[in-house]
């Protein structure tokens, strides 16, 4: 793969390049985010399962791997975590909130998720994960077009104006056979808690179970309106 695309970052710099690899491989994208960005590249994980680590992790080892450790992960997700950081080759970044649990309790009253879930995401994944990005030009993420409705029009690069940083979206066309096939072919790890009715992991509180066939979504702050915790608007 050639490409005449400039390193200057910026909204114009990231249309530019989502159009010219639009029809590239998830594999060609990573190596142009990797050539392009050097070590001021990162990707982040939730844990739910190890492919975008397994993808990126063999073009780019020893990658930073950003994890948001939000005090209310599933005991699945930190075993997932632990098990990802000791077989594939990165640097597992664990992030954490300014406040832990019982602090954030104290403060601002118990289960705040339940009364305020925006502010809770705010505090416990926005924030840090804004801070944690702040060394970078560049960070990859697992987001697909297939994931829910507000994901369709996701480009495989796209200009992160809150950030000022650009973000990276490998997989964005990948369909879930695609997932299911690497993920078989390539052994890679997941988390346990997706053969037990959790096709979307996040915060054990905000994460139900959903009946096959159903929305993989649904079960995230489900009865809420609420969508998306915030990182990816
Ligand atoms: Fe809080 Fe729920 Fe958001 Fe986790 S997903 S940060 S528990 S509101």
């Known amino acids: ?43 982040t994980s939730s844990m739910a399962d190890a492919l975008m680590v397994d993808l990126v992790s063999r073009q780019v080892p020893g990658i930073d791997v950003i994890f ?24 597992l970044i664990n992030v954490e909130p300014v406040r832990t649990v019982v602090e954030q309790d104290l403060a601002l009253g118990p289960r705040l998720h339940g009364r305020d879930p925006g502010i809770c995401c705010h505090l416990r994944k926005v924030e840090p994960l804004q801070r944690a990005l702040a060394p970078y030009s560049a960070w990859l993420t697992g987001l697909r077009r297939e994931d829910s409705a507000t994901r369709r029009a996701t480009p495989v690069v796209q200009w992160d104006g809150r950030r000022r940083m650009t973000k990276v979206n490998p997989i964005a066309r990948w369909t879930q056979e695609e997932v299911d096939s690497y993920m078989a072919e390539n052994g890679v790890i997941v988390n346990p808690l ?3 009715g959790y096709p979307s992991i996040g915060c054990e509180p905000c994460t139900r179970r959903v009946a096959p066939g159903q929305d993989p979504r649904s079960g995230r702050w489900a009865g809420t309106g609420k969508t998306e915790c915030g990182i990816h608007i």
């Open 194 to 196: 997706q053969y037990d």
């Open 1 to 43: 793969m050639s490409t005449t695309i400039t390193p200057v970052g910026g909204a114009e710099f990231a249309e530019r390049a989502a159009e010219e690899l639009e029809e590239a491989s998830a594999q060609e994208i990573i190596a142009w985010a990797s050539q392009t960005f050097g070590d001021r590249l990162c990707v």
């Open 68 to 91: 948001l450790d939000t005090g209310y992960h599933f005991p699945e997700t930190i075993g997932t975590r632990d098990a990802v950081a000791s077989v594939y080759d990165i640097n």
